[in-house]
């Protein structure tokens, strides 16, 4: 249980975006752009223990042998975390700082969002702690990865990840055609859907389609009530943020006839949760997935005509 | 004002607020659109928005409030008691536990009928716990205090229902038990509950003269050929079966029942057998309007009725206590 | 002529017997006065008639068995008056006494003409013509206590029963009840009503039935049952009585 409430709180978090947010996030990466200057001059850091689930994840993928320490226990669930076999190799914690203080890390990576008590504590400690807010757009994915590589003195490796992502998302076309793109409604629990300046929308848009809530001139995460979208009649619909099976009002609107009128006989489009709640390399993969949706359409639509 | 004068206007009242109920939403359909996706079914994305999204809403608005102004008309005759109302006596607060019983085990995913049963089976166990704790001679602080305890323990067990779920959604759910809505409701839960709310009400009006006679007590009523055992099954299963159904698809919306009857009782000259089809139209009258407002408040952001209805109702039973004071103690 | 017959009805309430073998048998034109002390079983005697309360025994309206009877037939029999006078919600007095016509009502229909005049005739005679359009909650106890009995009129029944019609009346209330019900049994229905007044019970009552513990201790009429020696015996007071032109006089003295 609550695991399960603290992954849906990430998986929030990684969604949602707003000024305040993206002030604190600018203001977070002023003062760790002089913390790293200073890593930089310094040895490659050997304890390195991450809190987060997007910081377990690049960490995974660019960390030295031996350099990473431990992971969240987030990162070993596999509806949220791509690499959670990788994971199963770490020590697990669960964001105390207790238990963080007794792995002596000499450098911890955390995400805006996570447990700010245990933050606070953490630093009071005088551990050095670098936060990484979460990424709203590719650019600041490719700027995340970088800044990740700086700390952990993997530069070069950290290059390597985005070449490979730049490659992943070169050969995905771009929707060249003219003409209206197909429009794509987000659809969560509670009948929430993601707007223009967040990941889920840049994906979204990236992939091909045109985002319903960006075009209703919506920003972050917000509630989309279901007439709205219904009334917008989306050529698709993208159902997400649906941990576990068991049974709550929240999915209601899943099985509203309406909604299931606009899907026409068709089910939700469902892209797996990990591909999209942190943006790293495998972004790309969520991107890969829903663009295979878009070509599928346009074909339907031209049989109806 | 005459009765049938009365009737007359509060019918034209609940047809007036149903129009506009399905005129207001999000998605801003003008009023030509709205018809037209009412009545035919060019415009596609109309048709939907009004036929399965405001269509259901309205009229399980109008259902539900009338639910709840004829049973809470019913419960003051029956229990000869100004104060009872289906929200007070806890039986929306216990056919709530019925329902998130149903719906979070996953019952009513595999049979889709056990969310009505099971609100309708809480809702009976209150109503009898209610008669066990006070009989039909219930003092008012004994009803009260009853409606109290049965209330407390519903949500509680409301509550630990709905934190033993291992989904992260539900716990946050205890709102929409508490406090009800009829956002995005479909024909879905239309089919699901109107039945038993029709077979309520059926009961229900069926009490008409009994409750007249019970004006004058249970054992002068009974002389005059009620029979008390009949009017009991009738007051219970009637009840039961309209505010179980209605509680099952909306939560538990309070004040509905103990608002209405009183607002009418002096125009229909106090008889309980007239009050029903009065608090029956004042009821989904008051429900309809509360729903257009949480819509014109609070837009998209899903406001709970019970909210509005209890902003409006809890004052007004304070005022009742204070007015029943002297009985009361 | 209406028949009234109990016979050997005796009561159970919780472990104590409330009534034990009573035996009485009445007819049209009685007016009988139920007297006895706190406890002795009147209200007792009025409700197992009524059928309110579940009794053993045999109990009979012109030869047919109560007991066979459903609800509304038994209900166009006897009429009842309680000693409450509270109504649960403010009805108007004409309201009140309407309802009396509920066992002749047809299903999903109103009062018919006849009704209507029924109640009418049966508010004149209680005396509350003139408070029909008051409200019941806002009359004097005594007012009150007409329009019940104007309402058990209107349900039109050979047999009226009432349970201490004159409790917290002034004399003046108490003397004009009692001559209203002493009217009804003249113009032929069976009347019955538990009484503490003495006086009022030997003034006005055509038979006095006085219960002791639940028994019948004595039955016949005022002069033959107010005695000193059943007074006496029954209540445990003492009394002063005189039989005067307007009937017998009883006045309480001292206990003994």
């Given at each position: ?19 305040g947010?993206r002030l604190l996030?600018?203001?977070c990466a002023?003062v ?10 310094d040895?490659?850091p050997?304890r ?9 994840q690049l960490?995974?993928l ?11 226990h987030?990162?070993?669930d ?7 076999e990788?994971?199963?190799r ?5 964001g ?29 400690l005088g551990f ?6 979460p990424?709203?757009?590719f ?5 995340q990865?970088?800044?990740?590589g ?20 070169a050969?995905?076309p771009?929707?060249?055609?003219g ?6 409604a ?15 929308s ?19 995460m ?7 979208l ?8 993208i ?10 009002l ?11 009128a606009?899907?026409?006989g ?9 591909y999209?709640?942190c943006?790293?390399?495998?972004t790309?993969?969520?991107v890969?997935l ?6 599928v359409?346009?074909?339907e ?5 | ?5 009365l009737?007359?206007?509060?019918a ?5 607020l ?6 207001i939403?999000?998605?801003?359909l ?11 079914g ?18 399980l ?20 008691n100004p104060?009872?109302?289906?929200g007070?006596?806890g039986?929306?607060?216990s056919?709530?536990?019925g ?5 979070y ?9 056990a ?6 089976g809480g809702?009976?166990a209150?109503?009898?716990l209610i008669?066990l704790?006070?009989g039909?001679?219930a003092?008012?602080?004994t009803?009260i ?6 209330t ?38 239309v089919?699901?509950?109107?039945p ?13 003269r009994?409750l007249d006679?019970?004006?004058l007590?249970?054992d ?28 099952a ?5 309070s ?5 209405v009857?009183?607002?009418?009782r ?6 309980p057998?007239?009050?029903?089809t ?5 009821g ?11 819509r014109?408040?609070?837009?998209g ?10 902003i409006?109702?809890?004052p ?7 007015k029943?004071r002297?009985?009361?103690? | ?9 005796s009561?159970q ?6 009534l ?6 009445l007819k ?24 309110l309360?579940?009794s053993t025994?045999?109990?009979a ?9 459903d609800?509304?037939e038994r ?5 009842y ?5 509270d ?10 006494v309407?309802l ?17 005049a029924?109640v009418?005739?049966?508010m004149?005679e ?14 004097s106890?005594?007012e ?14 050979p047999?009226?029963l009432?349970?201490e ?14 001559k ?16 503490h007044?003495?006086?009022l ?13 639940g028994?019948?201790a ?23 009585l ?15």
């Amino acid at each position: 249980m609550i695991i399960r409430a603290t992954l849906i709180a990430v998986r929030l978090a990684a969604r949602i975006n707003g000024r305040g947010v993206r002030l604190l996030a600018a203001a977070c990466a002023a003062v760790m752009l002089a913390g790293s200057m200073a890593a930089h001059a310094d040895a490659p850091p050997r304890r390195v223990v991450s809190m987060n689930l997007c910081t377990d994840q690049l960490a995974m993928l660019m960390a030295d042998e031996g350099q990473l320490r431990s992971v969240s226990h987030l990162a070993i669930d596999p509806e949220s975390s791509v690499l959670a076999e990788q994971a199963r190799r770490f020590p697990i914690n669960h964001g105390l700082a207790e238990e963080i203080f007794m792995m002596k890390p000499d450098l911890i990576l955390s995400g805006t969002f996570t447990n700010r008590a245990s933050i606070a504590m953490l630093k009071r400690l005088g551990f050095r702690l670098e936060e990484f807010p979460p990424s709203y757009s590719f650019p600041e994915i490719r700027e995340q990865m970088l800044r990740m590589g700086r700390l952990l003195h993997r530069e070069a490796r950290a290059q390597e990840l985005i070449g490979e992502l730049d490659r992943q998302l070169a050969a995905i076309p771009e929707w060249i055609h003219g003409g209206r793109r197909p429009l794509a409604a987000l659809h969560y629990a509670n009948s929430y859907t993601s707007g223009s300046g967040t990941l889920a929308s840049a994906i979204v848009e990236r992939s091909g389609f045109e985002n319903l809530g960006s075009r209703l001139g919506l920003t972050g995460m917000v509630r989309l009530p279901l007439e709205v979208l219904v009334n917008s009649a989306p050529d698709l619909i993208i159902g997400g943020l649906r941990p576990g099976t068991a049974p709550a009002l929240a999915y209601q609107t899943f099985e509203h006839p309406a909604l299931r009128a606009v899907l026409d006989g068709g089910e939700l489009t469902s892209i797996p949760d990990r591909y999209w709640i942190c943006g790293a390399p495998f972004t790309a993969q969520a991107v890969r997935l829903l663009s295979a949706h878009a070509p599928v359409l346009k074909a339907e639509r031209g049989a109806a005509k | 004002m005459s009765y049938r004068l009365l009737l007359a206007a509060l019918a034209v009242l609940v047809v007036l607020l149903f129009a506009i109920s399905l005129l207001i939403g999000p998605a801003g359909l003008d009023v030509g659109t709205s018809i037209a996706g009412l009545l035919n079914g060019d415009n596609e994305a109309a048709r939907l928005v009004m036929r399965e999204i405001r269509l259901p809403r309205a009229i399980l608005g109008l259902a539900i409030g009338a639910t709840l102004g004829l049973s809470g008309a019913v419960l003051q005759g029956y229990l000869r008691n100004p104060l009872a109302d289906p929200g007070v006596l806890g039986i929306s607060a216990s056919a709530s536990l019925g329902a998130v019983i149903a719906l979070y085990t996953g019952l009513s995913g595999a049979f889709a009928l056990a969310l009505p049963l099971m609100a309708m089976g809480g809702a009976v166990a209150a109503v009898v716990l209610i008669q066990l704790l006070s009989g039909t001679h219930a003092g008012t602080l004994t009803l009260i205090l009853s409606g109290v305890a049965i209330t407390s323990l519903s949500g509680a067990l409301t509550s630990l229902a709905l934190n033993l779920s291992p989904n992260p959604f539900a716990a946050v759910e205890i709102l929409f038990w508490m406090l009800g809505s009829l956002a995005d409701r479909s024909m879905l839960h239309v089919y699901l509950s109107l039945p038993f709310m029709l077979a309520g009400w059926v009961m229900l009006f069926a009490l008409g003269r009994a409750l007249d006679a019970l004006t004058l007590g249970a054992d002068v009523a009974s002389s005059m050929g009620i029979r008390l055992r009949r009017t009991q099954w009738l007051a219970v299963l009637g009840t039961a079966a309209s505010v179980g159904a209605a509680t099952a698809v909306a939560g538990s919306i309070s004040f509905v029942g103990l608002i209405v009857p009183h607002l009418l009782r002096p125009l229909v000259g106090a008889q309980p057998s007239r009050l029903l089809t009065a608090s029956a139209l004042g009821g989904a009258a008051l429900l309809l309007a509360s729903d257009i407002a949480t819509r014109i408040i609070a837009p998209g952001r899903d406001l709970k009725l019970g909210v509005l209805t209890a902003i409006v109702g809890a004052p007004f039973f304070l005022w009742l206590v204070i007015k029943n004071r002297r009985n009361v103690l | 002529m209406t028949t009234l017959s109990v016979d050997k009805v005796s009561v159970q309430l919780g472990p104590r017997p409330a009534l034990t073998d009573v035996s009485l048998s009445l007819k049209g034109g009685d007016f009988i006065g139920l007297i006895g002390p706190n406890g002795a079983g009147k209200s007792t005697l009025i409700k197992s008639i009524l059928g309110l309360v579940p009794s053993t025994g045999t109990l009979a309206i012109n030869g047919r068995l109560l007991a066979k009877l459903d609800a509304p037939e038994r209900a166009k029999l006897l009429s009842y008056v309680p000693q409450e006078r509270d109504v649960a919600w403010p009805l108007s007095v004409e309201k009140v006494v309407a309802l009396g016509r509920t066992p002749y009502l047809q299903p999903m229909r109103g009062l018919t003409d006849r009704d209507g005049a029924r109640v009418e005739e049966a508010m004149a005679e209680a005396d509350v013509l003139v408070l029909r359009d008051r409200l019941l909650s806002e009359l004097s106890g005594g007012e009150r206590a007409r329009v019940l009995i104007a309402r058990a009129l209107a349900q039109d029944t050979p047999i009226l029963l009432a349970d201490e019609p004159t409790a917290g009346l002034d004399p003046s209330h108490q003397i004009s009840l009692m001559k209203v019900l002493a009217g009804l049994a003249q113009r032929g229905r069976i009347v019955v009503a538990s009484l503490h007044e003495l006086s009022l019970a030997a003034r006005w009552c055509t038979r006095l039935v006085l219960l002791d513990r639940g028994r019948v201790a004595a039955d016949g009429a005022p002069q033959h049952v107010l005695t000193e020696a059943n007074i006496a015996e029954v209540y445990g007071i003492s009394a002063f009585l005189q039989q005067s032109a307007k009937g017998l006089i009883v006045q309480p003295l001292d206990t003994i």
